[in-house]
């Protein structure tokens, strides 16, 4: 994986991912998906945006270098994988939605339950987190440098495959259409419209 495929603006990195992989090596050993659904957001004129109101402690990952690890927790309860793109100092990056497990199923099965069915162990951003292990320890791992969170080119996808539309349970700028993902595949989540979206006009 080459960082000049990473160092553009979030929504036009975010379709290039489906297909890469996404490794994390734990002591419990290692488990790797094949990213199939992305959300791309933007820093401060994205209102759905962790970066939207400006750099703090928590979101200054998100500023750059392009290919390092964005992790919070969602809710409380999940850690979700974001991967930083653009340029340097502006925030910029790329959510893993979903992913299809290649490697280390059992593992992944381990942590996700037994009876979750192989399409839905890393179907949705916080079991993305949880099938690989990714916890706040990870935030700002390079993802390039061959450490224990790594990107990697996967095989190619076909342009006809990739479909966009708005993101997932998001209440401000909801409908942009910065959500990508791979028609008919069975890792990718359901749409979910948030109760508190807000009509917007956008990107």
Same mark, same amino acid.
């Given at each position: 994986?080459? +960082?000049?495929?990473?160092?553009?603006?979030?929504?036009?990195?975010?379709?290039?991912?489906?297909?890469? =992989?996404?490794? *994390?090596?734990? $002591?419990?050993?290692?488990?790797?998906?094949?990213?199939?659904?992305?959300?791309?957001?933007?820093?401060?004129?994205? $209102?759905?945006?962790?970066?939207?109101?400006?750099?703090?402690?928590?979101?200054?990952?998100? %500023?750059?270098?392009?290919?390092? !690890?964005? =992790?919070?927790? &969602?809710?409380?309860?999940?850690? *979700?994988?974001?991967?930083?793109?653009?340029?340097?100092?502006?925030?910029?990056? =790329? !959510?893993?939605?979903?992913?299809? +497990?290649?490697?280390?199923?059992?593992?992944? @099965?381990?942590?996700?339950?037994?009876?979750?069915? &192989?399409? @839905?162990?890393? @179907?949705?951003?916080?079991?993305?987190?949880?099938?690989?292990?990714?916890?706040?320890?990870?935030?700002? /791992?390079?993802?390039?440098?061959?450490?224990?969170?790594?990107?990697?080119?996967?095989? $190619? +996808? $076909? /342009?006809? !495959?990739?479909?966009?539309?708005?993101?997932?349970? =998001?209440?401000?700028?909801?409908?942009?259409?910065? @959500? %990508?993902?791979?028609?008919?595949?069975?890792? +990718?989540?359901?749409?979910?419209?948030?109760?508190?979206?807000?009509?917007?006009?956008?990107?």
């Amino acid at each position: 994986m080459n +960082v000049d495929l990473l160092s553009h603006p979030a929504e036009e990195v975010a379709p290039k991912l489906l297909g890469c =992989v996404l490794t *994390c090596k734990t $002591p419990e050993g290692a488990v790797s998906i094949a990213i199939t659904e992305t959300e791309a957001y933007s820093g401060t004129a994205d $209102p759905a945006s962790h970066a939207y109101r400006g750099r703090t402690d928590r979101n200054a990952t998100m %500023f750059g270098p392009a290919g390092h !690890l964005y =992790v919070y927790r &969602s809710h409380g309860l999940h850690w *979700c994988a974001n991967v930083v793109t653009g340029t340097d100092g502006i925030a910029s990056g =790329v !959510l893993i939605r979903a992913g299809r +497990v290649i490697e280390g199923e059992a593992l992944a @099965r381990k942590r996700r339950g037994e009876r979750v069915e &192989s399409p @839905r162990l890393a @179907r949705g951003p916080g079991n993305v987190g949880q099938a690989l292990g990714i916890t706040a320890e990870h935030n700002g /791992a390079d993802l390039l440098a061959g450490t224990s969170v790594m990107l990697s080119e996967g095989k $190619p +996808v $076909p /342009a006809a !495959l990739i479909r966009i539309g708005p993101r997932v349970g =998001v209440s401000e700028a909801h409908d942009w259409q910065h @959500r %990508f993902y791979l028609a008919g595949d069975p890792t +990718v989540s359901a749409y979910r419209l948030s109760p508190r979206a807000k009509p917007t006009t956008g990107a």
